[in-house]
């Protein structure tokens, strides 16, 4: 049984607002995800800024190469996930990659590690639900609300961001 509140509960299985949803091309295909910052604003929204933390339990270089002034290098990163729910305190853990080439090592690295952790934070908060993004990984997304049509329909909200 989970020591959530039943508001936390409703935001963690609530569908996620399709507005915090963004897009890349991978390959040719388009991906969708959650900005790490959308992330950690959530996790402290639903738990509170002193109910979760985060560490990094692992990281190691898979690579680095230098050409001339241009350094490329990539990192992955476990990062667990602490969060207090009442008495019980549930451990999430998650892992990324992240890579990154700039014109110093330092700067390389920093942006490599940084990518590596918010991918595994990411990961490590979507198993907590929709609200950071595992509906994401559904092909038909039904844990995300439906994409606006353009022209032909809107959306009222309220200033906690639910549709009226």
Same mark, same amino acid.
């Given at each position: ?7 936390? #509960? ?5 569908? #996620?607002?399709?507005? =915090? ?31 979760? +933390?985060?560490?990094?339990? =692992?990281?190691? &270089?898979?690579?680095? /190469?230098? &050409?001339? +002034?241009?350094? @490329?290098?990539?990192?992955?990163? /476990?990062? *667990?996930?602490?969060? *207090?729910? %009442?008495?019980?305190?549930?451990? *999430?853990?998650? @892992? %990324? ?7 110093? !090592?330092?700067?390389? =690295? +920093? ?11 990411? *990961? ?8 950071? %993004? #595992?509906? #994401?990984?559904? $092909? ?6 439906? $994409? $606006?049509?353009?022209?032909? !329909?809107?959306?009222?909200? +309220? ?6």
């Amino acid at each position: 049984m989970s020591d959530f509140s039943k508001t936390q #509960l409703r935001k963690l299985t609530g569908k #996620l607002d399709r507005r =915090h949803v963004q897009s890349r091309e991978v390959e040719g295909r388009a991906v969708d995800y959650i900005e790490g910052w959308f992330a950690i604003a959530q996790a402290n929204a639903i738990f509170g800024f002193s109910g979760w +933390d985060r560490e990094m339990a =692992h990281f190691e &270089r898979i690579y680095e /190469r230098s &050409r001339g +002034d241009v350094t @490329s290098c990539a990192y992955v990163a /476990r990062v *667990r996930i602490r969060v *207090r729910a %009442g008495r019980m305190t549930i451990i *999430r853990e998650g @892992s %990324g990659c992240g890579s990154a080439t700039a014109n110093t !090592s330092g700067e390389a =690295h +920093d942006m490599a590690l940084k990518a590596a952790e918010t991918d595994a934070t990411k *990961r490590a908060l979507a198993t907590f639900g929709n609200a950071f %993004g #595992l509906g #994401l990984y559904d $092909k038909e997304q039904n844990g995300v609300t439906a $994409k $606006k049509i353009v022209g032909k !329909s809107f959306v009222l909200y +309220d200033p906690t961001g639910a549709p009226f």
